[in-house]
């Protein structure tokens, strides 16, 4: 079967907000360089239709195989196919629609009727030969990618509607039916163009159109929904090396890198509208939620660990700090640097002090070592093949890599060696001056690591004003794990800054209060002149009980915002997830129920879905349907510890106890380090009057460095029913000790006496 792609995908004029986008084409009539930069650049070739002009991989009925699957690349005159497996299994002839992207990977794009445009996972690699390239190339081998899964080309982790549409063409609209499953997505044009950036164009020909007549009125922002600040001149003043901004840093600053932002940054998007096209324009958290240093995302000292997109990075760096925007180094049309090299750097920091061996401590011109940027932006790869800078600008820090899980640029380069002789080569070009602390990564590193101080070090890094906002918002975030009067009068206190991203860390450290106690401190921001501030509220007020009317009102005032926001997304099951749990903070079970559904039907496999909705189902009274999704949740991920344990739990309700057994070990034999498994193992054994076993299970799960009141708390109390006295009173001491203010374990230690 063949699928064509549908008519409506491409219109040339949405209106937007009153203006009409006008195209790439009108522009070039006044800006000619601009359009001649940009015409070949990333942007261009964002997405194109596939043509001999556009396809650059192999379609001379070229062949790949990947995991048993070979697919086959044809070509028909002027148009391409790929021949290979289909959702269901099958092996099926697919017509190519569209390219995506040029290098160093090439995709194609293959539309079908419901409007889902899907996204090949075997791209062309388009690097020269000699560096590897002009091959069909993989993405993400490791993902399994069955027919029907999730992770197949063809479902929802590579749909270019939900995933990739919104960045790569431009005055996009999803158009997405949670009804019917399907989309009508239309663009104004096909790539990443000017109107993406600058908005929609209209008014701003008119305008142009209409200067030099008689009775000709200049129009706000010369009819542009976006106005960029004013160029900034960075200047080496004498006796300095480092240059100075003259101009108005604040409005460059937020209006060109904000703009970036919406693109290059790893967050979730809570607007149906594209930044540049709101009304009133509005600020990046107004369109977008930003993530911070989540673990996984990026290592505790801030570097880039996963894809990023640079924004969450730059964020972090000085230079962003004294206000650099992107545009200093990158041509804003073509995208090309703006000097090659050390050239580059050169503008902002003198070479006669930085580009010298005196600095870099690499004698050799010109080599690996001398280049500013593998010292303070050092790469990662990314699919295999995509090398992505890091753009916190940081200086190479082994000493710290010695001390937490991170790289340091120094041993990406001396990889034979260690990081303490790369520490030991670095202090000895210091002399006797010792390194700073590097607060953010001792601080993330300790809440990572559950050390006893982590919430001391949080709390001092959200109150440090010398530290990256998303660094201290991070900080506020990972406060909700220690739910104490520190933690909250911290929290409280940032939740007045005048930084929306330390104002939504604040909130999210609250989350530990009480909902009947949350009103008082969170209320205010429901009035937040930022949206994402503002969601993050109504959220966290979600299903409070006990307001007069006035405040009821303002709270369903937000909740439809809310939801409304939560609705952007719906097309992806981390979407369906949120609006589920939405319902089920205001007891709206059957809605949650739904979204659940839902979500299974984007994602049959997704574990969220099926382990919550397991829940709403037992709380709701169906332990059968419950059960059944317990049992699919394992089957669908054997290797997961939470499908194990969960299941276990089930079974010990169901008085299935000898399979109850088994999922619990299993469970602790998949996580061995987590404490919790090892608690409730245990205790289903002791209950069986296997309490050796218990005992040895949670002894081994003791951490001295990291004491854990549960298992404190049964090691000293199964000793003790076993008669075992002297051990008994050893651990309720040890209770007491790491838990001083615990009243039962008070009671316990003073009980065996």
Request: contains cysteine.
């Amino acid at each position: 079967m063949r699928y064509v792609a549908l008519s409506l995908l491409l219109l040339l004029t949405v209106n937007s907000q009153g203006a009409n986008y006008i195209g790439a084409a009108e522009c070039a009539g006044c800006h000619q360089q601009e359009f001649n930069d940009w015409q070949g650049s990333h942007h261009d070739w964002a997405m194109k239709i596939a043509s001999p002009e556009s396809v650059l991989g192999d379609f001379n009925n070229a062949s790949f195989s990947h995991g048993g699957v070979v697919s086959t690349f044809t070509r028909s005159g002027n148009q391409y196919y790929v021949n290979t497996q289909g959702a269901d299994g099958q092996y099926q002839k697919f017509k190519i629609d569209y390219s995506f992207g040029v290098t160093p990977l090439q995709q194609y794009l293959i539309s079908f009727p419901d409007g889902r445009i899907q996204a090949l996972t075997t791209a062309w690699d388009s690097r020269p030969k000699a560096q590897g390239g002009q091959r069909w190339y993989q993405l993400m081998p490791d993902d399994k990618g069955e027919p029907g899964d999730s992770l197949h080309w063809t479902g929802a982790y590579y749909n270019w509607n939900s995933r990739c549409a919104e960045c790569h063409s431009t005055g996009l609209q999803k158009n997405y039916s949670a009804t019917t499953d399907s989309y009508a997505t239309i663009w104004s044009e096909i790539n990443v163009a000017c109107e993406s950036c600058h908005g929609p164009g209209s008014d701003h020909l008119d305008w142009a159109q209409l200067q030099g007549r008689s009775g000709s009125q200049s129009a706000a922002n010369n009819g542009l929904k976006v106005q960029y600040g004013k160029s900034v001149n960075w200047v080496i003043a004498s006796g300095t090396s480092i240059a100075s901004a003259q101009g108005d840093l604040h409005q460059a600053a937020i209006a060109e890198t904000q703009s970036c932002a919406g693109c290059h940054s790893r967050r979730s998007k809570i607007s149906q509208d594209p930044i540049n096209n709101h009304p009133g324009g509005g600020g990046f958290l107004d369109h977008y939620r930003l993530q911070t240093l989540q673990q996984d995302l990026y290592h505790a000292d801030g570097q880039i660990q996963d894809e990023v997109y640079v924004y969450g990075s730059f964020i972090q760096s000085k230079m962003y700090q004294r206000g650099v925007t992107c545009s200093n180094c990158h041509n804003p049309h073509s995208l090309e640097l703006v000097a090659q090299g050390n050239d580059l750097c050169a503008g902002c920091h003198a070479p006669e002090a930085y580009d010298q061996p005196s600095h870099h401590f690499h004698k050799q011109e010109g080599s690996s070592g001398a280049q500013c940027v593998n010292c303070h932006m050092p790469a990662t790869l990314y699919m295999g093949v995509d090398a992505r800078r890091d753009h916190s600008m940081r200086i190479p820090r082994p000493d710290i890599s010695q001390q937490i899980d991170a790289p340091n640029a120094c041993n990406n380069c001396h990889r034979d060696q260690s990081d303490a002789w790369s520490a030991s080569a670095i202090q000895s070009w210091l002399k006797d001056s010792p390194r700073p602390a590097d607060r953010v990564a001792t601080t993330l590193s300790a809440a990572r690591t559950s050390q006893p101080n982590a919430s001391q070090l949080l709390i001092e890094l959200a109150d440090n004003s010398g530290i990256s906002a998303i660094a201290r918002a991070t900080a506020l975030g990972l406060l909700a794990s220690y739910p104490d009067g520190q933690s909250y009068s911290a929290a409280r206190k940032q939740l007045k800054n005048s930084d929306p991203l330390i104002r939504l860390g604040a909130l999210e450290a609250l989350a530990f209060l009480p909902l009947q106690q949350r009103w008082q401190d969170i209320s205010p921001l429901l009035n937040d002149q930022v949206a994402s501030v503002r969601h993050q509220a109504t959220q966290l007020l979600l299903g409070i009980q006990g307001l007069n009317t006035e405040q009821q009102l303002q709270l369903d005032a937000q909740i439809t915002l809310y939801m409304e926001a939560l609705r952007v997304s719906a097309d992806m099951p981390n979407g369906q997830l949120n609006i589920a749990s939405a319902h089920i903070a205001q007891g709206q079970y059957a809605q949650a129920q739904q979204a659940y559904l839902h979500a299974l039907r984007l994602d049959g496999q997704s574990l969220p879905a099926l382990l919550n909705l397991a829940d709403l189902y037992r709380a709701r009274g169906l332990e059968q349907k419950a059960m059944e999704m317990l049992m699919r949740a394992r089957a669908s991920h054997p290797d997961s510890a939470m499908a194990h344990h969960v299941l276990g739990l089930a079974q010990i309700r169901s008085k299935q106890t000898v399979k109850a057994l088994s999922s619990l070990q299993q469970a602790l034999q998949l996580a061995p380090d987590n404490s919790r498994y090892a608690y409730v193992y245990a205790l289903a054994l002791n209950s069986q009057d296997r309490t050796l076993e218990a005992l040895e299970i949670l002894t081994q799960a003791l951490n001295p460095q990291q004491p854990d009141r549960d298992l404190l708390f049964s090691l000293a109390t199964m000793n003790r029913d076993l008669g075992r006295y002297q051990q008994a009173r050893d651990f309720a001491n040890k209770l007491v000790v790491a838990f001083p203010q615990d009243s039962a374990a008070l009671r316990l230690r003073d009980s065996l006496k």
